[in-house]
T-cell receptor, first 115, second 114 residues
Framework: GENVEQHPSTLSVQEGDSAVIKCTYSDSASNYFPWYKQELGKGPQLIIDIRSNVGEKKDQRIAVTLNKTAKHFSLHITETQPEDSAVYFCAASKAYGGSQGNLIFGKGTKLSVKP | DAGVTQSPTHLIKTRGQHVTLRCSPISGHKSVSWYQQVLGQGPQFIFQYYEKEERGRGNFPDRFSARQFPNYSSELNVNALLLGDSALYLC?????????????FGPGTRLTVT
């Protein structure tokens, strides 16, 4: 079955710096890759996603890149702010037609942004 | 707009007992999935329901069961609770239409088994 590896497990950056989190997946049939932000005591919040027919997607300070050949995808956060501090999860699924498939998650990255 | 709601928020049970967790999806969403999140790990898939039918099942024992109602809300049931069932149980809803892949999570139910 699908396996998703996520690195690093912890990341500490200075406010205003960029943060990069990387994930690799094993199943070449996976075609949908969302990223979630989870704050303490809350459920995961979808922040950005990408499908396998696209190489890059951007939403303000957040961007995701996908390399299908290497089977890895990355989250890039620019101009980090203290409120970006949270645990970030990558996930992969085999979505098809009208079905979203079940998500396979990485183990998470705890991002700390120091003021 | 209201997001995914789950009840209760917290629950403490004893080993061997049974528990029922509830989830209401975002209005208009017809698919509900359940995930278990153990402390320090990513969520792990348990079940997916669409139009009251089970459409996917993860690697969980038969002690875990679920159902979806005509109004698309859902229940997760766990029998014969074990200490290892202590976790955050998350419900996610999805529009489940052509091209709609996104899953939106609720706040979860924190289950503690003593």
């Amino acid at each position: 079955g699908e396996n998703v590896e996520q690195h690093p497990s912890t990341l500490s950056v200075q406010e205003g710096d960029s943060a990069v989190i990387k994930c690799t997946y094993s199943d070449s049939a996976s075609n949908y890759f969302p990223w979630y932000k989870q704050e303490l005591g809350k459920g995961p919040q979808l922040i950005i996603d990408i499908r396998s027919n696209v190489g890059e997607k951007k939403d303000q300070r957040i961007a995701v890149t996908l390399n299908k050949t290497a089977k890895h995808f990355s989250l890039h956060i620019t101009e980090t702010q203290p409120e970006d501090s949270a645990v970030y999860f990558c996930a992969a699924s085999k979505a098809y037609g009208g079905s979203q498939g079940n998500l396979i998650f990485g183990k998470g990255t705890k991002l700390s942004v120091k003021p | 707009d209201a997001g995914v709601t789950q009840s209760p928020t917290h629950l403490i049970k004893t080993r061997g007992q049974h528990v029922t967790l509830r989830c209401s999806p975002i209005s208009g969403h017809k698919s509900v999935s359940w995930y278990q999140q153990v402390l320090g790990q990513g969520p792990q898939f348990i079940f997916q329901y669409y139009e009251k039918e089970e459409r996917g099942r993860g690697n969980f024992p038969d002690r875990f069961s679920a159902r979806q109602f005509p109004n698309y809300s859902s229940e997760l049931n766990v029998n014969a609770l074990l200490l290892g069932d202590s976790a955050l149980y998350l419900c996610a809803s999805s529009p489940r239409g052509a091209g709609h892949y996104e899953q939106y999570f609720g706040p979860g139910t924190r289950l503690t088994v003593t």
